[in-house]
């Protein structure tokens, strides 16, 4: 049962990347996020840190936006610390976090659990 959830699991990321692949200045930001433990205080998806905001929608909240997100990465206010990121490792950082709003919404308050615990999510 274990290898039949985790070869569905798998498979559907595998169609998801594929359908939604990640550019690569989206790529250069992941990758600038996990260098720089940035999970450690911030969430995408709720899941990561809880020092720090959860990020998965900033670049599409109304209220903040790519603008926002590029000013926050060195600012270094109240328990961020000071980052000193290239205007281009901004622009990836922004790149990576606009990849990830584009696949959904956090929390998902309209998800669908079916009777064996299966979560359907509302995709973007």
Request: net charge positive.
């Amino acid at each position: 049962m274990f290898g039949l959830y985790n070869s569905i699991l798998y498979n559907k990321e595998i169609a998801m990347k594929k359908s939604n692949p990640m550019s690569e200045a989206a790529l250069e930001g992941e990758k600038i996020w996990q260098e720089n433990n940035c999970t450690a205080c911030h969430q995408i998806y709720g899941l990561g840190g809880y020092l720090g905001p959860d990020l998965t929608n900033i670049i599409s909240n109304p209220k903040k936006g790519k603008k926002y997100a590029k000013g926050m990465f060195n600012s270094g206010i109240k328990s961020m610390p000071k980052f000193n990121f290239s205007k281009q490792e901004k622009e990836h950082l922004a790149e990576f976090l606009e990849h990830i709003d584009k696949t959904g919404h956090y929390p998902d308050k309209h998800a669908k659990i079916d009777k064996l615990g299966w979560v359907t999510l509302n995709y973007k």
